[in-house]
């Protein structure tokens, strides 16, 4: 059903027939084949709805400092998205993707300027059309070392005009931005009871939108010891060892408004956690022996 009307808030901005549409079709299409013994090709497609939350579409006013405030915006609309993505899985662990969306009303964070004050809120911001290809894989490298890894290289179109309410000019952009991300792990077995973990990401700097964004990673190192014959387990790790994780975004606007965000907190932190597994293994094993001994008769009476 459709509503025809007119909303208007407390600082007079006015909509007129508001998206009243609550009936919309999301379909959902999934196609898997083997075309090998070690090959897997899947294939699905998507359609989706991204809603704002509550505090996005909050009016209310929330002061920061004497020249900066935040506010929602109640003009903001959801965004759809069509999903498409092709896969091809090897022996069950290592799998290539790509995948491509197309979102429309597309929505962020935008810097607006009032005289000497500036308010950030969100904006319907267009169109963005997502190309992604990535790899994951598991590594096996000796019989004590085994690694894990993936790799993501995003290609991302933006495209519209900045428009936070009916009553404020847009911004027209059109931009054309590439992205990549990475993780790794590696797994180390050092004895019967001793092992280590080292793992680390990295994103590199891109842009979304009229935002330009740093490079962000880390590096994470943690070392476990199986006790208490193997029921528990201590660890100790250190999170972001180089202290690298530092968020940078800067922007543009018009009028004047422009603004840069450095960003730190306690990434690097020492953890150590313990835990233990309860429960009787002697039941387990005493279930297996029966089951064995019963595979055996059947096995026997067959050859009789």
């Known amino acids: 059903s459709t509503v025809q009307g007119r909303s208007v808030d407390l600082l007079n901005r006015t909509i007129n027939r508001p998206d009243t549409t609550y009936l919309n079709l999301f379909p959902t299409a999934f196609v898997q084949y083997q075309v090998s013994k070690n090959g897997q090709v899947s294939a699905n497609y998507g359609r989706r709805i991204g809603r704002p939350s509550y505090q996005d579409m909050n009016p209310f006013v929330y002061q920061i400092d004497p020249y900066t405030s935040q506010r929602g915006n109640p003009f903001l609309r959801p965004s759809y998205s069509h999903n498409t993505e092709l896969s091809y899985t090897y022996k069950w662990a290592m799998t290539v993707k790509v995948a491509y969306s197309t979102i ?3 929505s962020t964070d935008v810097i607006r300027q009032e005289g000497l004050n500036g308010y950030q809120t969100v904006a319907n911001m267009g169109r963005a059309d997502v190309l992604n290809l990535s790899l994951n894989t598991p590594i096996p ?3 004590w070392w085994n690694a894990y890894l993936y790799a993501g290289a995003t290609w991302n179109w933006f495209r519209g005009s900045i428009t936070p309410g009916v009553d404020l000019p847009g ?3 059109d931009e054309r931005v590439f992205a990549f991300n990475g993780y790794m ?17 990295w994103n590199a700097p891109t842009q979304q939108t009229i ?10 190192v943690n070392v476990q010891k199986k006790v208490m014959q193997d029921r528990g387990r201590l660890s100790f790790g250190i999170d972001d060892v180089l202290n690298t994780m530092r968020w940078k ?3 543009e606007f018009a009028g004047g408004a422009n603004f840069d965000i450095y960003r730190k907190w306690e990434s690097r932190r020492a953890t150590v956690r313990f835990s233990y597994r309860f429960g ?12 064995n001994a019963g595979a055996d008769r059947i096995k026997t009476s067959g050859n009789l």
């Open 211 to 220: 935002y330009q964004i740093g490079g962000l990673g880390a590096l994470n």
């Open 141 to 143: 490298i000796k019989k």
């Open 249 to 251: 975004q800067s922007g």
């Open 185 to 201: 792990q590696h797994s180390f077995t050092l004895s019967k009871v001793w092992g280590a973990q080292v793992s680390g990401f």
């Open 171 to 173: 911004e027209n952009f």
């Open 280 to 291: 009787n293994n002697d039941v387990k094993s005493a279930r297996q022996r029966k089951d």
């Open 104 to 106: 429309t009303d597309f």
